[in-house]
């Protein structure tokens, strides 16, 4: 029988492992597939110097690992530019070429970064211009890889784009398309993975008003400290569609219902809120998570309605978890925006989250509320990420035992704080 501290030595024993242990050893298993990873590339740029043609009878590089390793022409094509990226190239009448990223090639050889971290630094590297002094050039991919060992692609890419911006600033024009006019049409969706949309066609003056209103909304993000907005042209349209809905419909303004601003209602037993089980009813939706509905109720419009045993309302329009206008703007100041590390989310986007959870006792006050983005709301609410606020007044996370060990509090430096 295994014990609990080690792994087990089938893979039908996972089940008798506690969860630590099984964070430990699929963390463990990440860096042994990069080192593989790393080691296989090695013998493939080894295969590709002396000639693909002769060792294989293949064409290219790419040829041989789509025959070889049976995978798809796209995966074929992105491995062998990876080998080639990571790995210096034939000789040809002189020296072998070296490679595009050789101090990548070293950091995926220990196993610290992976495909995808390492196909976002070799993209930033490919656009380099060749004027640019090679010095320049590996003092750039130094700091991508070294951004690499504690981040994801996207963090990369976006690190790459403030490489680009100070070695060639030059882009390229968005295309503006004008659209057929139409009879406007609108449904709402909901998708077979349980997630909701619209599927919609506007007339050219509705769109044109949409557009109008939602272009300021969807402008990047104010770069900060040179690091530019990392969200696509449709993400920033999403995020400015959802705000541009919650502005209006928390507007006094506009018609509501019994004269009051638009409210969802959320639905659930005091049982099931205290004891965090069971399940809500959001209204116009339908079931959600109990989970879901804290989330919800901690920072928005949103009415609960807790029910008795019986069903009867206990407690309609409850609001001492929805922080007040002064409270909001007190967390502007302090935390600019999504508290989470790493993340840029700007304040808009973001809600205030309890610290202590509100069915904990938690009181709606400032040093137990932190601002973060849907993701990191989700997070937080889901994981063993922790946050509290230190003796300076600012948030600070601690990440699971997994990620760090010695449970090294994190900081956001994203934002510029008031």
Same mark, same amino acid.
């Given at each position: 029988?295994?014990?609990?501290?080690?792994?087990?030595?089938?893979p039908?024993?996972w089940?008798?492992v506690?969860?630590a242990?099984?964070?430990?050893?699929?963390?463990?298993?990440?860096?042994?597939?990069?080192?593989?990873?790393?080691?296989q590339?090695?013998?493939?740029a080894?295969i590709?110097?002396?000639?693909?043609r002769?060792?294989?009878?293949h064409?290219?590089?790419?040829?041989?690992?789509f025959?070889?390793?049976?995978?798809t022409?796209?995966?074929?094509?992105?491995?062998?530019?990876?080998v080639?990226?990571?790995?210096p190239?034939?000789? /040809?009448?002189?020296?072998?070429?070296?490679?595009?990223?050789?101090?990548?090639?070293?950091?995926?050889?220990e196993?610290?970064?992976?495909?995808?971290q390492?196909?976002?630094? /070799?993209?930033?590297l490919?656009?380099?211009?060749?004027?640019?002094?090679?010095?320049?050039v $590996?003092?750039?991919?130094?700091i991508?890889?070294?951004?690499?060992?504690r981040?994801?692609p996207?963090?990369?890419?976006?690190?790459?784009?403030r490489?680009?911006?100070?070695?060639?600033?030059?882009?390229k024009?968005?295309?503006?398309?004008?659209?057929k006019?139409?009879?406007?049409?609108?449904r709402?969706?909901?998708?077979?993975?349980?997630?909701?949309?619209?599927?919609?066609t506007?007339?050219?003056?509705?769109?044109?008003?949409l557009?109008?209103?939602?272009d300021?909304?969807?402008?990047?993000?104010?770069?900060?400290?040179?690091?530019?907005?990392?969200r696509?042209?449709?993400e920033?349209?999403?995020?400015?569609f959802t705000?541009?809905?919650?502005?209006?419909?928390?507007?006094?303004?506009?018609?509501?219902?019994?004269?009051?601003a638009?409210?969802?209602?959320?639905?659930?037993?005091?049982?099931?809120?205290i004891r965090?089980?069971?399940?809500?009813?959001?209204?116009?939706?339908?079931?959600?998570?109990?989970?879901?509905?804290?989330?919800l109720?901690?920072?928005?419009?949103?009415?609960?309605?807790?029910l008795?045993?019986?069903?009867?309302p206990?407690?309609?329009?409850?609001?001492?978890?929805?922080?007040?206008l002064?409270?909001?703007?007190?967390?502007?100041? $302090?935390?600019?925006g999504?508290?989470f590390?790493?993340?840029?989310?700007?304040?808009?986007?973001?809600?205030?989250?309890h610290?202590?959870?509100?069915?904990?006792?938690?009181?709606?006050?400032i040093?137990?509320l932190?601002l973060?983005?849907?993701?990191?709301?989700?997070?937080?609410h889901?994981?063993?990420?922790?946050?509290?606020?230190?003796?300076?007044?600012?948030?600070?996370?601690?990440?699971?035992?997994?990620?760090?060990?010695?449970?090294?509090?994190?900081r956001?430096?994203?934002?510029l704080?008031?």
């Open positions: 029988m295994a014990s609990n501290d080690a792994p087990p030595e089938t039908t024993e089940w008798r506690d969860t242990t099984l964070h430990a050893r699929k963390q463990e298993l990440e860096i042994l597939k990069r080192q593989a990873d790393a080691e590339n090695a013998i493939l080894e590709n110097s002396r000639g693909v002769g060792c294989s009878g064409s290219t590089l790419a040829a041989l690992i025959e070889d390793f049976l995978v022409d796209k995966e074929a094509s992105a491995r062998a530019d990876r080639l990226a990571l790995h190239g034939p000789a /040809i009448g002189g020296d072998p070429e070296p490679p595009l990223a050789p101090l990548t090639a070293q950091a995926a050889a196993g610290a970064i992976g495909g995808s390492i196909d976002a630094i /070799i993209r930033t490919a656009r380099i211009p060749s004027s640019v002094p090679e010095e320049d $590996r003092a750039g991919e130094a991508l890889v070294e951004l690499a060992r981040a994801g996207r963090q990369i890419a976006r690190a790459g784009r490489l680009l911006d100070e070695l060639d600033p030059d882009g024009e968005p295309r503006n398309e004008d659209p006019d139409t009879r406007p049409e609108l709402f969706v909901r998708h077979r993975d349980g997630t909701l949309g619209l599927k919609g506007l007339d050219l003056e509705t769109y044109a008003r557009k109008s209103d939602l300021p909304m969807a402008k990047p993000h104010k770069a900060i400290d040179g690091v530019r907005d990392s696509s042209q449709d920033r349209y999403g995020d400015a705000d541009y809905v919650r502005l209006k419909t928390t507007s006094r303004n506009l018609p509501g219902q019994a004269g009051e638009t409210h969802i209602l959320v639905t659930m037993s005091y049982e099931d809120l965090d089980i069971g399940e809500a009813h959001l209204d116009l939706v339908g079931p959600i998570s109990a989970t879901d509905a804290r989330i109720a901690c920072d928005a419009r949103v009415r609960p309605g807790v008795g045993t019986a069903g009867e206990l407690d309609i329009g409850r609001s001492k978890r929805t922080v007040s002064a409270q909001k703007y007190a967390l502007t100041i $302090r935390d600019g999504c508290a590390p790493g993340c840029d989310m700007p304040v808009p986007r973001c809600t205030a989250h610290i202590v959870f509100w069915r904990h006792h938690g009181e709606t006050k040093d137990n932190v973060l983005c849907t993701k990191h709301h989700r997070l937080i889901h994981s063993e990420w922790k946050v509290q606020i230190a003796q300076d007044g600012l948030p600070e996370f601690t990440p699971p035992a997994y990620l760090d060990p010695t449970g090294t509090p994190r956001n430096t994203m934002h704080r008031a």
